[in-house]
Nanobody, 127 residues
Framework: QVQLVESEGGLVQAGGSLRLSCVAS????????MGWFRQAPGKEREFVGV????????RYADSVKGRFTISRDNAKKTVYLQMNSLKPEDTAVYYC????????????????????WGQGTQVTVSS
């Protein structure tokens, strides 16, 4: 069993930046593709981005491409989501997730592909 714990989110003004982190338990973090999803009030959960288990490939939703960056530190069992140029429409609960069945450069982008989920952290962007 893997537990994922996201860092605290926060309130930030539009145009600002925020970095989320997600720490994983377990010994095989480096084997997992790690993704970020978000869910705004009244909306379905949506894919934000993912980094492959190798760290060599990433994929982002069009809505965040060029503004958000995912990275990972396998020694710390941590994945990061750097969010820049934040917009009010980025307001949501953000979740990290782990896919234990992805290898190499594969980047899963559907929620059903993930096996473990964090508890979520609120990010609010004010206009």
């Amino acid at each position: 069993q893997v537990q994922l714990v996201e860092s605290e989110g926060g309130l930030v003004q539009a145009g600002g930046s925020l970095r989320l982190s997600c720490v994983a338990s377990g010994r095989t973090f480096s084997n997992y593709a790690m993704g970020w999803f978000r869910q705004a009030p009244g909306k379905e959960r949506e894919f934000v981005g993912v980094i492959s288990s190798s760290g060599g490939n990433t994929r982002y939703a069009d809505s965040v491409k060029g503004r958000f960056t995912i990275s990972r530190d396998n020694a710390k069992k941590t994945v990061y989501l750097q969010m820049n140029s934040l917009k009010p429409e980025d307001t949501a609960v953000y979740y990290c997730a782990a896919d234990r069945n992805s290898y190499g450069d594969y980047v899963p982008s559907y929620g059903y592909e993930y096996d473990y989920w964090g508890q979520g952290t609120q990010v609010t962007v004010s206009s």
